[in-house]
């Protein structure tokens, strides 16, 4: 049986432990030691991660009265080892673990919704709830958990006896009826959790209500609390300040700016779209008419614009008009006709000028890699479609 000593002391960093047992695992080695400050996977919250005498704790988990230590390499059974947690992450899991029981308390209390979900992301924390939220509630929520913050109330993680559990009331997501260890955030929140927890509200800094969205019948919520919430934020600030210098707008006023540079934005596409349509009419009016081929080279033209240009050529020329866009050897091709079946003509054209495409028998799109004189000579000689 290992010890847990992070239920004695949720702020252990280091501790001494000695080695019960070492087996290869699928992964490394799986580690026994007879106490340990490293919490297993639970309550929602993911495993502890440190060293343990040199060796890399990759994983953490509870087996029956033991805690197993999945490690990076193997440590000699009945020695003494140092173990250290990864504080870092153990504190902010910590942080936003007890931010997430006292808004799930001030839900239960204002609105009488149950958390039905709770996971801890890379990124953010997401609590589900039965029931829906809108951001005006919210709102309201964030501000009384981070007055909670600041009133620096105690946290306390204890074992009650089974009587005195039988008349306390708190939230549980299992019906357990015995070893229940009961978080309690005086006045705010009593639940059940086996995780660690910071020791008073203070700790765990700010809370920020992130996302919200709609999740079978209820409501998802993403958020954030204490160093996490802070980086978040810095990320968030540095992002508004670039947005803000690029578009001379007050951080509060980058929402309006970007509105009416997507407007100018919208405006700019239909003028373009306007005289591209022009200019696809005025090159078509000055094509010659002729019983044979019409060859057209159009770097500045987008394959749009070359299609419509080769759809009214089409009506002009008796063979084929081949239209094409790009630069030397790399060319974007549309070929039309009102004639010929250019769905079996496409692969002469893809072999001859070595490129791929095909399309409808009237039309066809692609590529080829080929010069523009090569072009020419094929559709101006003696092709035949
Ligand atoms: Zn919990």
């Not at 400050?37 to 060796?55: C, I, R, S, Y």
């Not at 660690?196 to 954030?224: C, D, Q």
């Not at 005025?282 to 010659?288: D, N, T």
């Amino acid at each position: 049986m290992t010890e847990k000593l992070y239920y004695a002391d949720s702020h252990l960093k280091t501790f001494m432990a000695r080695v019960l047992s070492c087996d290869r695992a699928d992964r490394g080695w799986a580690v026994i030691l007879d106490r340990t400050a490293f919490f297993p996977e639970g309550g929602g919250q993911p495993a502890d991660t440190g060293f343990l005498g040199g060796v890399r704790v990759l994983d953490v988990r509870e087996c029956g009265e033991d805690i197993l230590h999945y490690t990076d390499g193997p440590l000699e059974i009945g020695s003494p080892v140092f173990g250290e947690l990864d504080w870092d992450k153990r504190f902010r899991r910590m942080q936003n673990h007890s931010g997430e029981h006292l808004v799930s308390g001030l839900v239960y209390r204002l609105y009488g919704f149950s958390n039905v979900g709770f996971h801890m992301g890379a990124d953010c924390v997401t609590v589900d709830f039965d029931g829906e939220l809108d951001r005006e509630a919210l709102d309201k929520i964030e501000t009384l958990a981070n007055i909670a913050v600041g009133e620096n109330l105690p946290v306390k993680a204890y074992f009650p006896s089974p009587s005195a559990l039988k008349r306390l009331k708190y939230r549980s997501k299992l019906e357990l009826a015995e070893h229940v260890r009961i978080v309690k955030i005086k006045g705010y929140d009593v639940c059940a959790c086996c995780a660690p927890h910071v020791s008073r509200t203070g700790e765990i800094g700010a809370i920020k209500l992130l996302e919200h969205e709609r999740h079978r019948g209820g409501v998802r919520i993403s958020m954030l609390c204490g160093l996490d919430a802070l980086e978040d934020y810095r990320k968030r600030y540095a992002s508004t300040a670039e947005i803000s210098a690029l578009l001379s707008a007050k951080h509060h006023e980058v929402a309006a700016a970007v509105r009416r540079v997507l407007d100018d934005l919208g405006a700019l596409k239909l003028g373009l779209a306007e005289a591209r349509k022009q200019l696809v009419l005025a090159k078509a009016a000055l094509l010659p008419e002729t019983d044979g081929n019409l060859c057209l080279f159009e770097p500045q033209l987008d394959t749009d614009s070359l299609r419509e240009l080769v759809t009214l050529g089409m009506e002009r020329c008796g063979g084929v008009c081949a239209g094409f866009t790009g630069v030397e050897c790399d060319w974007k091709y549309v070929i039309g006709s009102r004639h010929a079946d250019l769905r079996k003509a496409a692969k002469n054209i893809n072999r001859a000028l070595n490129g791929r495409g095909g399309g409808r028998p009237e039309m066809i799109q692609g590529a080829v890699s080929c010069s523009k004189k090569d072009i020419e000579e094929y559709f101006n000689g003696k092709a035949i479609f």
